[in-house]
């Protein structure tokens, strides 16, 4: 199978959207007819796969995706038994890491019971704060307790492989609001924490009617506390925003950052395939409706040469151990000629290591400035 692509399945509706959030998501009017969107998933897959060359001549009978992510939107609010159907009739090797996103306001539609035996062994659970003032802030449709119950519930069901996400920087947010938050995520000891810094989207809520987010010095303070936390707590740092206890490390995302293949089906889906000596990017419609109503039309883009370095690096240099040298040319097809004058300025900056495709301590700090260097 070329390159072992990732799977990425994305379910583009939610309860309400919140005013932070740039994904395709949709706050959902009626029930959604759930085993429409089925449908128009499997026959977007049906189309892709004998389309794409590097994909139609893949041999999945032999092997199957190894990574699968479900995400949203929320993919929790689609019944277990659609979920096990597309896992059934999609080709997904037998010891797969399987992620589904779940919201905690959803819990209440959901089995997590049903979810493990359709299939999903990871899930990934949007806490985001355990402050509910600051939820409601976010506009989230949980509090506290329902993810506290949730993590508890996915636990019984069987789950031993969960991700909490978080968000730091939060409206008003102080270090001791931001502390509070890691130590009640690492209370429930999940097994990976993802913790973003908030950004202020374009066009979200959130640009249009900007809350006051905590300052510079609060900021820089709530990072390297936040950091000290983690590690004192055994999570290792293994990406910008990602980590780990006992090496639960997200296989699919550790494909994206080594800018590894992946196909994406679903509405505003994308995906990123190699053939002969281009990659090219996919992309499905973002409405919901105009997906339905043609799943098999995707868009395809290739990515200039001139560009591959800047996109190669600004996934590689978010893993903390970046990648060895020859997985650029690996994954780009390039020579590393082609960028070894930047490559010697950084290293001489002290911004990027001699021996690996990845940054310093002090790169990571300024990762756009090293960034910068790859801008063609
Ligand atoms: C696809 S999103 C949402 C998953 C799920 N629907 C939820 O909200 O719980 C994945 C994660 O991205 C993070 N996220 C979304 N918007 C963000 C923003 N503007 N800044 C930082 N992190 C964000 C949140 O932590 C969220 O859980
Ligand atoms: S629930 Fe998740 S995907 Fe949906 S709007 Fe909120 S952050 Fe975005």
């Given at each position: 199978?070329?390159?072992?692509?990732?799977?990425?399945?994305?379910?583009?509706?939610?309860?309400?959207?919140?005013?932070y959030c740039d994904f395709n998501s949709h706050p959902l009017k009626d029930d959604v007819d759930q085993k429409r969107y089925l449908d128009s998933l499997l026959e977007d897959w049906q189309v892709q796969s004998t389309t794409i060359p590097a994909l139609e001549n893949a041999d999945f009978s032999q092997d199957?995706?190894?990574?699968?992510?479900?995400?949203?939107?929320?993919?929790?609010?689609?019944k277990p038994e659609l979920m096990a159907k597309l896992l059934r009739q999609l080709p997904i090797a037998v010891d797969a890491e399987v992620t589904m996103e779940a919201n905690p306001g959803t819990q209440e539609y959901t089995d997590f019971e049903h979810y493990l035996s359709a299939g999903i062994n990871r899930l990934s659970i949007g806490a985001q704060s355990f402050q509910n003032t600051q939820l409601a802030k976010l506009g989230r449709v949980h509090n506290s307790a329902e993810t506290v119950a949730a993590v508890a519930k996915a636990r019984a069901a069987g789950f031993t492989n969960i991700n909490i996400d978080l968000m730091w920087g939060l409206p008003g947010q102080s270090l001791e609001d931001a502390?509070?938050?890691?130590?009640?995520a690492i209370a429930l000891s999940p097994q990976h924490i993802s913790w973003y810094q908030l950004t202020i989207e374009a066009k979200t809520e959130f640009a249009k009617r900007p809350p006051l987010l905590p300052i510079d010095g609060i900021l820089a303070e709530i990072e390297i506390k936040g950091n000290e936390l983690l590690a004192g707590q055994g999570y290792s740092r293994y990406e910008i925003s990602a980590y780990a206890k006992d090496a639960a490390f997200c296989q699919h995302n550790i494909n994206y950052w080594s800018f590894g293949d992946y196909v994406g089906?679903?509405?505003?889906?994308?995906?990123?395939?190699?053939?002969?000596?281009?990659?090219?990017?996919?992309?499905?419609?973002?409405?919901?409706?105009?997906?339905?109503?043609?799943?098999?039309?995707?868009?395809?883009q290739r990515v200039a040469e001139e560009q591959l370095p800047l996109e190669f690096m600004m996934n590689a240099l978010r893993l903390i151990d970046g990648t060895s040298l020859t997985t650029f040319t690996e994954k780009t097809g390039l020579d590393w000629q082609v960028i070894a004058t930047q490559w010697d300025g950084l290293v001489a900056q002290g911004l990027v290591r001699p021996d690996r495709c990845s940054t310093t301590e002090l790169g990571l700090r300024y990762l756009d400035t090293v960034l910068e260097k790859f801008v063609s």
């Open positions: 199978m070329l390159n072992s692509p990732g799977l990425y399945v994305h379910f583009p509706w939610c309860i309400k959207k919140c005013p199957g995706f190894k990574t699968v992510f479900f995400g949203g939107g929320t993919p929790s609010l689609f502390l509070f938050d890691l130590e009640s089906l679903g509405a505003g889906a994308h995906g990123k395939v190699s053939e002969d000596e281009q990659i090219l990017r996919t992309q499905k419609a973002s409405q919901p409706r105009l997906y339905q109503g043609e799943p098999t039309k995707t868009s395809k």
